[in-house]
């Protein structure tokens, strides 16, 4: 039997989405119950920047109904990006060390510690039972040559049992024979390899979009970045670089994909990230009619 196919965005609270896809002033609040009506998944963004509070975790939780799924990402300095130190939780500060430019220098002792702190936090939604994954999404500047992946290590331990998700975003891990060797170690490490759609073009931070590998039984995983390879590269927001409003017939495209994964893992989570506007929803509402997933009542839902 097939796995599961969850679909949603990656976020619920893009300034995008606020202005153009929620009913207007509609309270922050009732913005996520609102988005869960919709949906069955969603990515939480926040933690990128900040580790959430556990109180606010537990709202979220409330929330949603049963069955619904958050994917976390993991903080920003965990996945290898820039990060200042008023980022990380208060009592991790004063023994952190920084650049000239006070960014934190990631140790490895740092990395447990905000690694646990991040897991803490974010129980409830284990408890709950609406804990999909951890999501690292690192930089473009983690690539081989300068480094290997066996430096996440360290964080894979941290945060298991938990599933983790690693999305590279050097082109440079899959060209040719380190494809394979890439690939092995999530296997080895039973990690979930991020598979993307992503646009056109052979630029080292442009990941292919034609390798959907599974790499974990329990979850396979799909982001989506929309095709505009000169907003991609260039673009200086958000809205510049993930802009892009799917056409049926791509559509079609991903959830042949989408299908394939599940015909090898328990879960295959689809997240859009086409962030301009309200790209990322509208395409997710029109995905989940295509595999026969809109809820009952979706037209009245939509209004």
């Known amino acids: ?3 599961r196919i969850l679909v949603g965005t990656s976020s619920w609270a893009d300034p995008g989405f606020v202005k153009e896809w929620y009913p207007p002033k509609m309270a922050a609040r009732e913005r996520l119950p609102w988005y869960a009506q919709r949906f069955e998944y969603v990515e939480l963004n926040s933690s990128f920047y900040a580790v959430p509070d556990r109180t606010t975790v537990h709202k979220w939780v409330e929330e949603t109904p049963d ?3 958050f994917d976390v990402k993991a903080h920003r300095l965990l996945s290898r990006h820039s990060a200042p130190v008023e980022s ?5 500060r004063d023994e952190a060390e920084t650049t000239g430019r006070g960014r934190v220098t990631l140790t490895p002792e740092l990395e447990t510690a905000l690694a646990q702190r991040l897991v803490e936090e974010t129980a409830p939604l284990a408890e709950a039972g609406k804990l999909g994954g951890y999501l690292v999404q690192l930089t473009p ?6 480094h290997e992946l066996e430096e996440l290590d360290g964080l894979i331990a941290a945060l298991k049992p938990r599933r983790v998700a690693v999305e590279l975003r050097h082109r440079g891990w899959l060209r040719d024979k380190r494809r394979e060797t890439t690939l092995r170690w999530f296997a080895d490490h039973d990690v979930v390899f991020v598979s993307v759609d ?3 073009g052979d630029h080292f931070s442009i990941m292919p979009s034609d390798l959907d590998a599974v790499t974990s039984d329990g979850l396979a995983y799909l982001r989506l970045h929309g095709r505009n390879t ?3 590269l260039k673009g200086k927001t958000v809205a510049e670089r993930f802009g892009w409003r799917y056409e049926d ?5 991903i959830a042949e994909r989408a299908k394939a994964m599940a015909e090898h893992a328990g879960e295959v989570h689809v997240a859009f990230n086409n962030n301009r506007g309200d790209d990322a929803p509208t395409a997710a509402q029109r995905f989940r009619a295509l595999l026969d997933q809109a ?4 037209e009245q839902l939509r209004l």
């Open 230 to 232: 000169d907003g991609y």
């Open 1 to 3: 039997m097939a796995g």
């Open 295 to 298: 809820p009952a009542g979706e």
């Open 67 to 69: 069955g619904f799924v």
């Open 198 to 200: 992503a646009p056109p």
């Open 141 to 146: 500047a983690f690539g081989p040559g300068r």
């Open 88 to 92: 990380l939780p208060p009592e991790l």
């Open 249 to 253: 017939d791509e559509l079609d495209q």
